[in-house]
């Protein structure tokens, strides 16, 4: 799939899900020809209830509503959910359904978070529908996530991916692209909006790595500074090179990082990054509140990402994600305003806290690592 650039499009970022919920629940609302999801997880609970209602209630009135999620799913709902919601009208499929065989296919997961709204209007980012998300259930302390919502031309593409993915094990042959890909129209406001927009996806079908590529063409191409937030940090060669030759040059590279973990084993990973990353002058901050499950990139007022693809290598080559590129807009500033917010509430690492980690933590995370492909 190729990723054309668009301008003719409008950008607004959620800082949390708190303040993403309830406007996705308005857009929802407003559909009249169609709304396709697709999402990592999803379990009972507050948030997809909620949805689940508006859901069945927009496939009785007529809208085409279709609902496609990872097949780990399986393990939090019964494995047979597509049955449960097609009865309600809504078409559903599980992606890449588990099964209990021993097979590399079972790491190729759906990890994106695309919903789209009659062609006009769609969401991306880190959010997945359980309540931990909107910080309705605590876990792992207050759940730090971001979303960004695209009205206008650059819908096409996020429609373009999640049909792709629909189709992806289906034998019915060709989709009706056109019908859902029809121009937009913003005429709502004077003018075109300023800036571009890259909507992009990356597949472990192909052997083009392209979320770690945008990650790297940021770094080698920044002047002042590029500033990341992620949950994971569990890097390659290629990605280490970047953030340090970045650092060394003099651009401010700062990570932001969760203070408490989902995933001890990943953290364990990650803190035996900090040294090499620190001793080239990239910044590490560990978000104290909780967990930091935000994936994006900002850089030197001018470009950011935002979207599921996090810095490891999971993310970067076994699963199915997506993102949107967008520079010189106001979005940007959005997002690196939060990150100074963020940052506010977040504890600098550094090479003494490091030292004074636990012995056992540091053995755990070495030995862990010799196996990081896989976690």
Not at 116 to 126: C, S
Not at 133 to 154: A, F, M, Q, S
Not at 176 to 191: A, C, K, N, T
Not at 256 to 261: K, S, T, Y
Request: glycine content about 6%; overall charge neutral.
């Amino acid at each position: 799939m190729k990723f054309p650039v668009y301008d003719n499009t409008e950008i607004q970022y959620y800082s949390c899900g708190e303040k993403f919920f309830p406007c996705f629940l308005e857009e929802l609302e407003k559909a009249e020809r169609f709304i396709f999801m697709e999402y990592f997880a999803f379990s009972e609970g507050k948030m997809w209830n909620t949805i689940l209602e508006i859901l069945k209630r927009k496939a009785a009135q007529g809208v085409e509503v279709r609902f496609l999620y990872d097949g780990t799913c399986s393990f939090k709902n019964p494995y047979n959910y597509a049955e449960t919601l097609k009865s309600y009208g809504i078409h559903a499929r599980a992606f890449n359904q588990i099964r209990p065989v021993l097979s590399t296919v079972q790491n190729n997961r759906d990890h994106r978070k695309i919903t789209v709204v009659d062609g006009h209007t769609a969401f991306t980012g880190g959010i997945n529908l359980e309540d931990i998300y909107i910080n309705e259930e605590e876990r792992y302390g207050y759940w730090k996530d971001t979303v960004i919502k695209l009205r206008g031309d650059g819908v096409k593409s996020f429609t373009a991916m999640f049909l792709q993915s629909w189709n992806l094990y289906s034998n019915k042959g060709e989709e009706d692209y056109p019908r859902y890909l029809s121009p937009v129209s913003l005429q709502h406001r004077e003018g075109k909006p300023a800036g571009f927009v890259i909507p992009y996806c990356d597949s472990p079908l192909d052997k083009d790595n392209t979320g770690e590529s945008v990650y790297m063409d940021i770094l080698y191409n920044a002047k002042r500074y590029v500033h990341i937030m992620t949950p994971y940090l569990i890097l390659d060669n290629e990605m280490i090179t970047a953030l340090t030759y970045a650092a060394r040059r003099g651009v401010d590279v700062k990570i932001l990082m969760p203070g408490i973990p989902d995933k001890p084993y990943a953290f364990a990973v990650a803190k035996t990054f900090y040294p090499e990353l620190l001793k080239a002058g990239v910044k590490i901050y560990q978000f104290q509140p909780g967990f930091l499950h935000a994936k994006s990139f900002v850089a030197d007022d001018e470009k950011a990402v935002v979207g599921t693809i996090n810095l490891d290598y999971r993310s970067l080559y076994l699963h199915f994600e997506c993102a949107a590129f967008f520079c010189h807009m106001e979005a940007v500033n959005s997002v690196e305003e939060d990150f100074q917010q963020t940052l506010r509430r977040s504890r600098r690492i550094t090479l003494k806290t490091c030292k004074n980690e636990k012995t056992g933590t540091k053995i755990y995370g070495r030995l862990l690592r010799l196996i990081a492909p896989l976690m």
